[in-house]
């Protein structure tokens, strides 16, 4: 009986490996076709305003030619965040038999802040250093706050003696850059943190207090310059809107 059973399995064995290695030759077969055959012919970029195309493909690592199976997908994100800070997010897709697209989302500088010698550096909505600012920004001026050694890409370090946190701008700017008033800002202190004070143009000097509330705060706000507007348009004035009293801003004129 034991050699009878021994021989049943030789001979399913026998019948097993050739199967194996018929479907392991097939498999190695298809994946040297695609290694042949399917390469990067194409590079699509969507969403850019900034950067070109050819900017955005050369700082993904992709190339044409390039084997569609070895685009690697994350890694190619990762590289175009790394080397364009004005890039917030960026998807890469392969499509066979070979296409690869790239869809960006751009940002736009929130603000100025200055570093240790006195250079201006433009500052995205997070809080992100994107460049080194020009002579003529048309963007808030952020006081309050000194950028130590500051580098394309990487999130703003305040300097030891600043109150204010790299986390508090991104709130403030973020918060802003959603509002209507904010293309009307031109100067934004962060020095004190309970205390956010900016100025709407040379007319007013807004008092946001903390950064609670923020959204609303600056809602409330479009409500009250508007007002401010169809009433006392040549009023100059701090507009108080910590809420520190029963929820109702206050207009201090000077």
């Known amino acids: 009986m034991a050699v009878k059973k021994q021989k049943k399995r030789k001979k399913r064995a026998g019948r097993i490996l050739p199967g194996v290695l018929t479907m392991a030759a097939v498999a190695a077969a298809v994946v040297l076709c695609v290694a042949i055959f399917?390469?990067?012919g194409t590079i699509t970029v969507t969403g850019n305003t900034r950067y070109s195309a050819d900017e955005i493909a050369s700082a993904s690592g992709i190339s044409v030619g390039?084997?569609?199976?070895?685009?690697?997908?994350?890694?190619?994100?990762?590289?175009?965040?790394?080397?364009?800070?004005?890039?917030?997010?960026?998807?890469?897709?392969?499509?066979l038999p070979n296409k690869v697209e790239i869809t960006v989302e751009e940002c736009a500088a929130a603000a100025v802040v200055t570093d240790e010698t006195g250079l201006g550096w433009l500052i995205a909505p997070d809080a992100r250093i994107l460049e080194q600012a020009g002579d003529s920004e048309s963007v808030p001026v952020l006081t309050g706050i000194t950028a130590v050694s500051p580098q394309p890409g990487q999130t703003l370090q305040p300097g030891e003696e600043d109150a204010a946190t790299s986390e508090l701008v991104a709130s403030v700017l973020t918060a802003l850059v959603e509002s209507s008033v904010a293309d009307k800002i031109v100067s934004i202190d962060v020095g004190k943190i309970y205390s956010i004070r900016m100025m709407y143009g040379e007319q007013y000097e807004i008092d946001l207090g903390g950064t609670d509330e923020l959204a609303y705060k600056l809602e409330y706000l479009e409500q009250i310059l508007a007002e401010l507007a169809s009433r006392q348009p040549d009023v100059s004035g701090q507009i108080d809107l910590t809420l520190q009293t029963e929820k109702v801003a206050r207009f201090l004129p000077w």
């Open 66 to 95: 390039d084997n569609m199976l070895m685009v690697n997908r994350s890694s190619a994100s990762a590289q175009v965040l790394a080397k364009l800070p004005y890039v917030t997010s960026a998807q890469v897709a392969r499509t």
């Open 38 to 40: 399917f390469k990067v």
